[in-house]
């Protein structure tokens, strides 16, 4: 239908080595009730669900009138459906992806890098960095979901130093010293003497990593042997991390990192130079377009050491400051915005009861994509021809500025997470 605005999409999944295998991924999940014909196979990792124009993976159109065109071939010769705004500012673009993402295994050390760096990272090692972009994430919570964000307060780390030696022997004498005696002082200081700990540990020798990390499992494997607790050195994590990655320097960055456990509704940010990992856990994550990381370990991918240890922002910050909560909207009482302070992105996310009979979806003057988490709906607009079916997994693409009407066909609550840019 010419001039049709809103459409299904039919979306890539990617299946990681770090993927949930089967039907314990929430990707394999929303597949399967998306799709009754979706085969999907136990022993195989479904690790992300990507809806969006990304060059490796290209939502497709459902739709009888343009199906044979994938979203990013349609947005190309349909500019005006991102919004004047958008079109703009981003060169007729669509400037964010979305994913969701069921994490069995830890996803790397890493940071990513804001648009100066980036330039010069892609000028510079364009195998490694394939784009001159920012790539600012956030990553909203669909189960519990366990990921390291930001450095930790010093005290933290300082108490770490004290009851891990295997930690404080990588770290060496000279660098926590300057870390206690930067307790009290001013910000520079204490953020001048992380850098100095972080960066004698990165660039500690494979051999003596090893060593040291073998001597804490062990300790940790005997006092659980023995009946006790090693929670407060993280026993249990480092544990399963060194099993992941034996070896990997990355099992000790826990120490300097926050630990974030993340309920279902909550979110972080992760916004350029601040190091993080997701370490278990699904979640809805958008991102800007990007493929630019900045890794230095639990990750067999290229690791950048030197680029991470000068990139990142040392100002240390307390977890429950790095959480980023949502903005409930004044005009719809369902609605919960997650607007963090970059261009790229905005994700909206509605929780709507069973007992609504009709949810009436905001018009934007951007185009968004809207993913169907729980819940059975048909979805009209004026532009459609026909009613849309949308059930648990179902995916719509809505151009700007247009209204779409959601019927409930079963009683029960809706949860749906929309993704758009609010200029």
């Not at 993976?57 to 009888?64: S, T, V």
Request: hydrophobic share 40%; aromatic share 8%.
């Amino acid at each position: 239908m010419a001039g049709q605005r809103v459409f299904p999409l039919s979306c890539v999944v990617q299946q990681y080595a770090w993927g949930k295998t089967g039907s314990n991924s929430e990707v394999a999940r929303l597949l399967a009730s998306s799709d009754p014909l979706a085969q999907i196979a136990e022993d195989k990792p479904y690790a992300e669900l990507w809806m969006g124009t990304h060059p490796r993976g290209d939502a497709k159109i459902l739709d009888n009138h343009i199906s044979q065109k994938t979203l990013g071939q349609w947005i190309a010769e349909n500019q005006d459906c991102l919004g004047p705004k958008v079109k703009e500012t981003f060169n007729g673009k669509l400037p964010f992806l979305f994913k969701v993402l069921s994490v069995e295994t830890a996803l790397s050390i890493q940071a990513h890098p804001n648009k100066a760096l980036a330039e010069k990272l892609h000028h510079q090692a364009p195998q490694h960095y394939p784009d001159a972009n920012h790539k600012p994430e956030m990553a909203i919570a669909l189960t519990s979901f366990q990921g390291l964000c930001g450095f930790r307060p010093v005290e933290e780390i300082v108490t770490f130093l004290k009851k891990v030696p295997e930690f404080q022997f990588l770290i060496g004498d000279d660098a926590t010293t300057q870390l206690r005696q930067s307790l009290g002082s001013d910000s520079q200081a204490m953020a001048s003497a992380l850098r100095s700990c972080f960066t004698h540990l990165m660039r500690s020798e494979k051999k003596v990593v090893v060593e040291q990390l073998n001597l804490l499992v062990k300790r940790i494997s005997q006092q659980v042997s023995a009946g006790n607790s090693m929670e407060d050195i993280c026993g249990t994590l480092l544990l399963d991390l060194h099993q992941q990655y034996p070896g990997d320097i990355g099992c000790f960055a826990i120490y300097f990192l926050n630990l974030l456990t993340l309920k279902p509704g909550e979110a972080m940010f992760l916004e350029a130079n601040v190091p993080h990992a997701y370490l278990k856990g699904d979640c809805v994550e958008c991102m800007a377009c990007s493929d630019n990381t900045v890794r230095a370990g639990l990750t067999p991918k290229f690791i950048d050491v030197p680029t991470l240890c000068e990139m990142l922002n040392y100002t240390p910050t307390a977890s429950k400051d790095r959480l980023f909560p949502p903005e409930q909207s004044q005009d719809d009482p369902y609605l919960s915005i997650y607007n963090p302070p970059v261009p790229d992105f905005t994700v909206m996310r509605m929780q709507v009861p069973g007992s609504v009979t009709e949810y009436k979806v905001l018009a934007l003057d951007s185009a968004s994509i809207l993913l169907m988490v729980q819940g059975t709906v048909t979805a009209s607009t004026p532009t459609a021809q026909a009613a849309i079916p949308l059930q648990r997994g179902g995916v719509l693409f809505i151009g700007a500025n247009e209204s779409v009407s959601l019927k409930l066909t079963e009683p029960k609550d809706l949860l749906i997470f929309r993704a758009c840019c609010l200029l």
